[in-house]
């Protein structure tokens, strides 16, 4: 199963300043539910773990990151990630492109495109249920970014020394219990009334 997913904010410090977090998988991955690297094979690739708790389901992924391009005069990047289901039962590859641009006022806009395509337990919850989890998953490491970022702007945090723990992982209880519901209805032959 592939979906894309497109998403753009706005982030309220220098493009320098969010170029230099964004860059750095050290830094990024802490703001991320569930992710934590865990050996840096080089300066381009890096190895990682992330896990997953949607209802009773918890899902978790060995894989490896790939940093295909990073371009600090354009603040354009490339990054492909692979991974596969610690128990076998599937994978997952994600190719991510993102661009910053310079909004003035210290405003960066950053924009990103990822391609997700899954294999195995997953993929049974369908692209509708893949893309509400990432929505999810995409707002709290928004929160997480833009509260690290702030706290290296007031200096709670060192731009240079380690970053908090990685952020815990997504419990996405309610979509779970809302895909079972519409799963009932469709046995059923019911469809959910619009409000």
């Not at 999810?136 to 908090?164: H, R, T, W, Y």
């Not at 009932?184 to 959910?192: Q, R, T």
Request: glycine letters at 8%; hydrophobic letters at 40%; one cysteine or more.
């Amino acid at each position: 199963m592939k979906t894309n997913i497109n998403k753009t904010f706005l982030v309220e410090r220098p493009i320098n300043e969010v170029w230099n977090f964004l860059s750095d998988p050290t830094k990024i991955v802490t703001c991320v539910p569930g992710a934590k690297l865990t050996e840096k094979i080089d300066d381009q690739n890096y190895k990682g773990a992330v896990t997953m708790k949607i209802g009773p389901v918890v899902t978790s992924f060995n894989g490896q990151i790939k940093l295909v391009q990073l371009d600090e005069a354009t603040h354009t990047m490339e990054i492909h990630g692979k991974g596969v289901d610690t128990k076998g039962k599937g994978s997952a590859d994600m190719v991510l492109t993102g661009n910053l641009v310079d909004n003035g006022n210290q405003t960066t806009e950053v924009t990103n495109n990822m391609e997700i395509s899954i294999t195995g337990k997953l993929a049974q919850f369908g692209s509708r249920m893949i893309v509400d989890v990432s929505d999810m998953v995409f707002e709290q490491f928004l929160s997480n970014f833009k509260n690290q970022l702030q706290a290296v702007a007031d200096g709670a945090i060192s731009n240079e020394g380690p970053l908090p723990e990685e952020a815990k992982p997504l419990n996405a209880v309610s979509l779970f219990f809302s895909m079972i519901w519409s799963s009932m209805l469709k046995l059923f032959g019911k469809a959910p009334k619009d409000s």
